[in-house]
Structures are given as C-alpha cells and as structure tokens.
C-alpha cells in the first residue's frame, strides 16, 4: 500500500483542504474539517504550518477569527489523535500571533508543553519564540537560536520570528538581528513585501533612511492588488521613515542625507 504522504493524489487533497479552509470562513467547523482533511494526508508539521497560517489569516481577513471557533481547551485537549491536535494548535495560536497577544500566546504554549504526549513541532516553539520576543523578552533569542537550528529554510516559521524580532522593539541587537535572519535563502528573494517590510523598520531604528525608504517601495510594488490591510501598513511605515529622516537631516543639517554619521 502506497504511503498516504506519497500518493499521487496527494497534492489535489492538499490543494482542496486550502481552498476549503480559506474559503469557508462562514461554516464555524471549518476547523475541525480542515483537521480531518490534514489528518487524511498525514501532514507534516511544515505542511500542517502552511495550511494553518495561510487559513487563519483568511479566517480574521473575513472577520470571523478562529478565536471565536476554537477555545484554549480545544487546543490543550489530550484524547485527539496527534495530527489534529497539532492542527488546531497551529490554528489558535498563529491567530493569537495575528492579533498580537504576545502574553496570552506564550501561557498556551507553556500550558501545551505540559500536556502534550509528544515533544513540541518546530512551528509551534516558533509561535513561542514571537510571543517571548514580542514582549521583547531577552529568553526569546535562546529559544528562537533552537528553532532556527532546525527550521532549515521552511518559510513560514523564518516570517513567524521574523515578525517577532520586529515587534520586540527592546531586544538586543534586534534591528541587526532581523536584518541577519531576512538574509536566510528562504527570505531574501527581494519579492516578498512582507520581509521587505519588516526589513525597513529595522533600516529605519538603525538610521538608515534611505535604504529602508528603497525596501518599503520595493514592498509596495511588489504587493499583490487590492490587499488594502497590510497597503496601509506600508504607507504607515514610509511616512515614519519619511519624518525620522526629515527630522534626523533637520538636526544635522551637515551630514549625509542617508541617515548615517559621516
């Protein structure tokens, strides 16, 4: 018998269980649909991390988060088989990541170390170091350091400590650290908006305006159509990296107009 990871159609279960997730928002079992249909493949924890970023994303796009479907319980119950429980793990806590609810995030987590059967996935210690590194919370790093040790280049857990080192604004070194980590492979294809982004926040705690105004309109380019949400994001960042240059050439009047001491 042909290995349910390894069958031909495979890819077309996988195909149908995304558009049934982020297409059915209105039905509140999606979730436990999208489990079965995960379970049914025998996904993996990238593909389960895929699959359940991209459909809480839509889920809050659509007004109807997976935080009203789903409760802390759902996520901490012990009777269902690992592949679920791993699904709506993935599903609450990257809407907890979505809606920024560092504290919250991290306490589930702890919660689910205690009472899982089994060590916990990549992808969900990644979702535990953005909750430690949102609170800027130096212990973040250590733990974002083991998640990176064993990522590989899997894109959806480099964006969640991605998004962590940019919100921790009280790190370390974490405009340097975001700059290092948007340099991975799986990262810097100069295309993705998202890391385009975040990289000019960092440009811009660093002083760099001119370079961190050159990667927030190389994100506004490269943003698909009619994505007005995270649009808005990127306008808010250039007229921030507008005024701290504006300001920075006003107090220096002499130096170069890049942002950088001469």
Request: hydrophobic letters at 40%.
């Amino acid at each position: 018998m042909t290995p349910p990871t390894n069958r031909p159609d495979r890819a077309a279960a996988l195909h149908t269980a995304r558009a049934r997730a982020t297409a059915t928002a209105g039905d509140p079992s999606w979730p436990l649909h999208l489990a079965e249909d995960l379970y049914g493949i025998r996904a993996d924890w990238k593909t389960s991390a895929e699959v359940c970023a991209d459909a809480a994303w839509a889920a809050r796009s659509a007004g109807r988060s997976v935080l009203g479907l789903l409760s802390p319980e759902d996520v901490l119950a012990t009777h269902r088989d690992p592949i679920t429980t791993r699904t709506l793990a993935h599903l609450y806590l990257s809407a907890l990541r979505f809606d920024f609810r560092c504290p919250t995030l991290q306490r589930l987590v702890e919660q689910l170390a205690e009472t899982s059967r089994q060590p916990l996935d990549c992808y969900t210690r990644a979702l535990y170091a953005f909750a430690l590194l949102g609170q800027s919370r130096p212990e973040g790093l250590t733990v974002m350091d083991e998640v990176l040790a064993t990522a590989e280049e899997h894109p959806k857990t480099l964006h969640v400590l991605l998004h962590g080192l940019w919100l921790g604004q009280d790190l370390d070194e974490g405009a340097e650290r975001l700059l290092a980590l948007s340099s991975r492979p799986a990262l810097a294809t100069g295309t993705d908006p998202i890391v385009l982004f975040r990289v000019a926040g960092a440009l811009r705690r660093l002083g760099r305006y001119d370079e961190g105004l050159s990667a927030i309109d190389r994100a506004i380019d490269c943003l698909p159509p009619g994505d007005i949400s995270v649009h808005a994001d990127l306008v808010r960042e250039r007229s921030l990296l507008c005024a701290a240059r504006d300001l920075y050439q006003h107090r220096s009047p002499t130096r170069a107009s890049s942002g950088v001491p001469s």
